[in-house]
T-cell receptor
């Protein structure tokens, strides 16, 4: 298995633009998680899905953030409009129901 | 509320043993995890404890005391490649499905020759 795949690996955009991050989980994993990591706040859980259904989105910072999982092999995290404070590394992780397997992350810089 | 504490930084010598402590206060408990994260990379799973006691896995061991809200990660025979951040995470039972992971701030370990 190729592991969790994320794209793009790096994204530089200007304030106000829409940003879409993509994730392909490991086949057969029922859970998918989106995290954000910054130096100041560490690793924060944003939202997680079970069998494509959003279960807990209490970590989503505000309405500018949205996440979808249209099928078992694909999820997106969208920021619209983006702001400089959204600059961070965004990780996707999947899990069969135990330890999580993290993707390589998307390094986002909003200017 | 939810709170997880770890030392910010630690330094140890190659070949030595180091213990990284983690204390937690969460509304629920459904397991404690340790992850290793090298600079610029994703976290990778190291160990998992759900019952009290010691879990050993090669050079790495993890201990849990649920009554004290305390865990530690023990690294033996330190190698230079063990220089990384070590993240303690509690899986909270809050909400549906009990998969709400709360991560500590991480401990940056530097292994010196």
């Amino acid at each position: 298995d190729a592991g969790v795949i994320q794209s793009p690996r790096h994204e530089v955009t200007e304030m106000g633009q829409e940003v879409t991050l993509r994730c392909k989980p490991i086949s057969g994993h029922d859970y998918l998680f989106w995290y954000r990591q910054t130096m100041m706040r560490g690793l924060e859980l944003l939202i997680y899905f079970n069998n494509n259904v959003p279960i807990d989105d209490s970590g989503m910072p505000e309405d500018r953030f949205s996440a979808k999982m249209p099928n078992a092999s694909f999820s997106t995290l969208k920021i619209q409009p983006s702001e400089p404070r959204d600059s961070a590394v965004y990780f996707c992780a999947s899990s069969p129901q135990g330890d999580q397997y993290f993707g390589p992350g998307t390094r986002l810089l909003v200017l | 509320g939810q709170n997880i504490d770890q030392p910010t930084e630690m330094t140890a010598t190659e070949g030595a043993i180091v213990q990284i402590n983690c204390t937690y206060q969460t509304s629920g408990f459904n397991g404690l995890f340790w992850y290793q994260q090298h600079a610029g990379e994703a976290p990778t799973f190291l160990s998992y404890n759900v019952l009290d006691g010691l879990e050993e896995k090669g050079r790495f061991s993890s201990f849990l005391s649920r009554s004290k809200g305390y865990s530690y990660l023990l690294l033996k025979e330190l190698q230079m490649k063990d220089s990384a951040s070590y993240l303690c995470a509690v899986r909270d039972t809050a909400g549906n499905y009990g998969q709400n992971f709360v991560f500590g701030p991480g401990t940056r370990l530097s292994v010196l020759p």
